[in-house]
């Protein structure tokens, strides 16, 4: 699987969009984007995927450039809730798709 | 739906003797079930994957024996991490990928916090 790279971390206003960079620049055509957040102490959830049209869920917006080699997610009004470790990972998607598997991600931390 | 449940969310044991966590997919079979453990403020590691009714397939690193990992049903897998040690202690979180229907998404778990003394 393709690997990512995110920055470590990231503050945000609550109220204010959260947008998420994610570095993917091997990734190969089959290969899916994920978005996954952690809470503390808690399992990890699921957010959003795509491959290559932006996708948009109640959640989040998942935009993908052009040519895939990097992508942001976007909150568009984070709340003090959304305070997590966020996950971007790459991940075929076919019927041998090998496990999730997770980088060091981005601590997003909003603020009142 | 795809919702994952482990029991229990916390356990505190003395060194050397062994614990069981269970995982569960509650409203789908789980074909494939995964075991992560995360130590603090780093991020999950897969430990094992196991599908069901085969043995289990370990990562580099982790010891088969020490972490015995049952998947007997398409709903339930079972971690037992015998004869513990304080280093042991860690977040277990399971997760479970159906596959019937051709869903081929993780579902995570709640994850376990292991305390050994």
């Known amino acids: 699987d393709a690997k990512t790279t995110q920055p470590p971390s990231m503050d945000c206003a609550e109220g204010r969009a959260a947008n998420l960079p994610c570095n993917h620049s091997?990734?190969?055509?089959?290969?899916?984007v994920y978005w996954y957040r952690q809470i503390h102490s808690q399992g990890p959830q699921y957010i959003i995927h795509?491959?290559?049209n932006n996708e948009t869920n109640e959640m989040a917006s998942l935009i993908i450039t052009e040519d895939r080699k990097s992508s942001t997610l976007i909150l568009p009004h984070a709340t003090l809730r959304d305070t997590a470790v966020y996950y971007c990972?790459?991940?075929?998607?076919?019927?041998?798709?090998?496990?999730?598997?997770f980088g060091s991600g981005t601590q997003l931390t909003v603020l009142p | 739906g795809a919702v994952v449940s482990q029991h229990p969310s916390w356990v505190i044991c003395k060194s050397g003797t062994s614990v069981k966590i269970e995982c569960r997919s509650l409203?789908?079979?789980?074909?494939?079930m995964f075991w992560y453990r995360q130590f603090p403020k780093q991020s999950l590691m897969l430990m094992a994957t196991?599908?069901?009714?085969?043995?289990?397939?370990?990562e580099q690193g982790v010891e088969k024996d020490k972490f015995l990992i049952n998947h007997a049903s398409l709903t339930l897998s079972t971690l037992t991490v015998t004869s513990a040690h304080p280093e042991d202690s860690s977040f277990y979180i399971c997760?479970?990928?159906?596959?019937?229907?051709?869903?081929?998404?993780?579902?995570f778990g709640p994850g376990t916090r292991l305390t050994v003394t």
């Open positions: 997760s479970a990928r159906g596959g019937a229907s051709g869903d081929y998404e993780q579902y």
């Open positions: 091997t990734i190969s055509g089959n290969e899916y």
């Open positions: 795509g491959l290559k």
């Open positions: 990972i790459v991940r075929g998607r076919s019927g041998s798709a090998r496990q999730l598997t």
């Open positions: 409203d789908f079979q789980a074909t494939t």
């Open positions: 196991s599908n069901e009714g085969s043995k289990a397939t370990y």
